[in-house]
């Protein structure tokens, strides 16, 4: 089973750019099956209020539970005070089994961290290419998992990359993602030097190919078992603690057609550039 662990879903509100705007995923998913990706997870576009983002992509999960998983967006200053009841949201009513966060938004803080602990989830930070907070990220949160995609950097920046690797390298409960990586000298240095079982496929879905992204793992001709670490086996066993503990609860899961219509959305000031452009400024 081949899972594509980095795709985003549904409307944004913010209208600057496919990041903020949508993220649909008709053409993501006719492509995903060309490639021989069966189940995907799925993440919110950028929005002024993940509430109402991380509702719509659990309408979405809903309607296909055996083909997507759910992490639940949050915002490390909007979501502030409210970060617990969002995720306990998340995890007890839509099934959601990690956390989306976004320097673009803001700096992660201590309470995202310390709410991922609480429900032993696993955390998708994108730093871009501040990679110096996965040292603290790592040794003041030991025992929370961190996905840092892009093997840090979408924007490309070799420094940042070949910094992060040595992260990557040295911590247990670092990790990386394929997604957009470009370098692909790098890409193969963070599994000779951190292994397999630390790096996870990704696409940055829908707007990457899902093929395309599959192809540079492909491409590694790595030993049949590590290939499965990667297309997979590593995502699994980071949302494991998770989905024993969903198993102590009661799950109602509402219908698709049961969840509350979106709130109107507000407006998102100040985004008139890529975010995945940014890195290092």
């Given at each position: ?17 496919p ?9 993501y ?9 069966s189940?995907t997870?799925l993440?919110?576009a950028f929005h002024?209020d ?13 309607r296909?539970?055996?083909?997507f998983?759910?992490?639940a ?14 995720i ?13 966060v976004?320097?673009?938004?803001a ?9 991922a ?14 990679v110096?907070?996965?040292e603290?990220?790592?040794t ?5 998992n961190?996905i840092?995609p892009?093997?840090?950097?979408f924007?490309d920046?070799w420094k ?19 997604a957009?990586v ?12 951190a ?10 879905g829908?707007w990457?190919?899902?093929?395309v ?8 001709k ?8 990667v ?11 998770v ?9 109602l ?15 998102l000031?100040?985004?008139?550039v ?8």
């Open positions: 089973m081949i899972i594509d662990c980095h795709c985003h879903a549904g409307k944004g509100d913010g209208l600057t750019g990041w903020d705007t949508a993220a649909p995923l008709g053409k998913l006719r492509r995903a099956t060309e490639a021989g990706i189940r997870v993440f919110a002024s993940y509430a109402v983002a991380n509702r719509d992509v659990a309408r979405i999960v809903a296909q539970p055996d083909r998983y759910g992490f967006f949050v915002h490390p200053i909007h979501d502030r005070g409210r970060v617990h009841a969002l306990e949201t998340a995890v007890q009513q839509y099934g959601f089994c990690g956390i989306k976004h320097r673009y938004d700096r992660i803080t201590r309470e995202i961290c310390d709410v602990r609480a429900f032993a989830l696993p955390v998708l930070y994108d730093v871009m290419g501040q110096s907070v996965v603290l990220l790592a003041e949160y030991p025992d929370v961190f840092i892009h093997l840090s950097s924007a920046e940042a990359q070949v910094a992060f690797i040595e992260h990557l390298a040295r911590h247990p409960n670092v990790y990386t993602d394929t957009g470009r370098r692909f000298d790098l890409l193969e240095e963070a599994l000779e030097r292994g397999p079982h630390k790096i996870l496929f990704g696409s940055d829908p990457l190919h899902p093929g992204e599959l192809a540079k793992v492909k491409l590694l790595l030993p049949p078992a590590d290939e499965k670490l297309l997979g086996e590593n995502f699994l066993r980071l949302i494991a603690p989905r024993r503990r969903a198993a102590q609860f009661t799950r899961m509402p219908r698709p057609d049961t969840l509350p219509v979106a709130l109107a959305h507000s407006e000031a100040g985004r008139s890529d975010p995945w452009l940014l890195d290092g400024r």
